[in-house]
């Protein structure tokens, strides 16, 4: 893992210099077109959305020949999640790597990859997107939202944090206000843990941790890890009781609007940077929990079958808007073995 991130800083580096400093990517002078990108993480090349955004761009100027390439807007410069999805809808953005759970409002079968314990490990979940399934499911958002998915990149488990104490039970969330992600099945998901949630945006977490205005939060590890939640949380609990699925995404009419070479470029090109963000997001998650440890949280492994049996009513709630009850179920007979 060392040895791929040093790899990928060195080309980051040498490629890519003005990233390091902060600013978007500079236009390329060759390219015919160039496309807004953005993202949710701070412009530092080893977090994983900076990390996809240009490797993203260094395959499209391959495989294009240079006529295509991506400005990069990191830090919701362009808008929080749901407000930039949105822009690629209507097209003022063209590309944005985000949490699919925060453009489930588009088509709600998306949320199937939402649900609690839906996957097991990095790879499972891979197979899963690379299957009929994972591609059905990103025609159906294509059809409905007119958004292109171009992958899925499993890019870290949800576990929980918090300043009070370790979470070893459900009974353990009695006590602690828990920010989550503004989605109902991760509303329902606390609910049937017995936990008290509120929605927040992203940007406010931190100083809502700091003043004790929440006790803790629900997100994946890369991202607590971009956003030095380490700094105002005590306690890591490794639940694992959500994937996020991250979602590579194009507006579909400017992505029909290119010349036939250049959309095979397009898919060329997301094909190798989802397989090597799928790769790195795992490699990267085993780090993160390291640098956790390093900066002094208490990490905990708790048994994982109360929190399994508690969920289990949110998968039959929301079995009819995901796509079925038998959908679930052959995803999760797919990871079996």
Not at 146 to 154: E, N, P, S
Request: glycine letters at 8%; a positive charge; one cysteine or more.
């Amino acid at each position: 893992m060392r040895h791929l991130k040093q790899c990928f800083t060195a080309m980051v580096v040498i490629i890519f210099a003005a990233a390091l400093l902060g600013f978007a990517a500079p236009k390329a002078e060759a390219a015919k077109y160039v496309m807004k990108f953005a993202h949710n993480n701070p412009p530092k090349p080893q977090l994983l959305y900076q990390a996809i955004a240009l490797t993203m761009q260094k395959n499209l100027q391959v495989y294009s020949k240079g006529d295509l390439d991506i400005q990069i807007f990191p830090s919701s410069q362009l808008g929080k999640d749901r407000v930039a999805a949105k822009k690629v809808q209507l097209g003022s953005v063209h590309m944005q790597v985000v949490a699919s759970n925060n453009i489930t409002a588009f088509d709600r079968r998306l949320d199937i990859f939402t649900l609690p314990f839906m996957f097991g490990s990095f790879k499972g979940a891979v197979k899963v997107f690379n299957s009929d399934i994972g591609q059905n499911i990103g025609e159906n958002f294509r059809k409905k939202s007119g958004i292109r998915v171009l992958g899925f990149v499993a890019t870290g488990f949800r576990n929980m944090m918090n300043s009070k104490h370790p979470i070893m039970k459900p009974a353990d969330l009695g006590d602690l206000r828990m920010r989550i992600a503004k989605n109902p099945i991760m509303v329902q998901t606390y609910k049937a843990l017995g936990g008290s949630t509120i929605g927040m945006a992203p940007t406010e977490l931190f100083s809502a941790l700091s003043t004790k205005t929440v006790d803790g939060h629900d997100g994946g590890s890369s991202w607590a890890w971009a956003q030095k939640l380490y700094e105002v949380q005590k306690y890591l609990s490794i639940t694992r009781h959500q994937l996020v699925a991250g979602a590579l995404i194009m507006n579909d009419k400017y992505y029909a609007k290119l010349p036939k070479h250049l959309q095979k470029a397009v898919l060329m090109a997301a094909r190798d940077t989802i397989a090597w963000a799928n790769t790195y997001a795992e490699e990267n998650e085993q780090d993160i929990m390291k640098g956790f440890a390093a900066k002094g949280l208490t990490i905990a492994s708790p048994d994982l079958k109360p929190f399994r049996e508690a969920v289990k009513p949110v998968h039959k709630m929301f079995a009819d808007k995901v796509g079925g009850i038998e959908l679930i179920n052959r995803i999760l007979k797919m990871q079996e073995g």
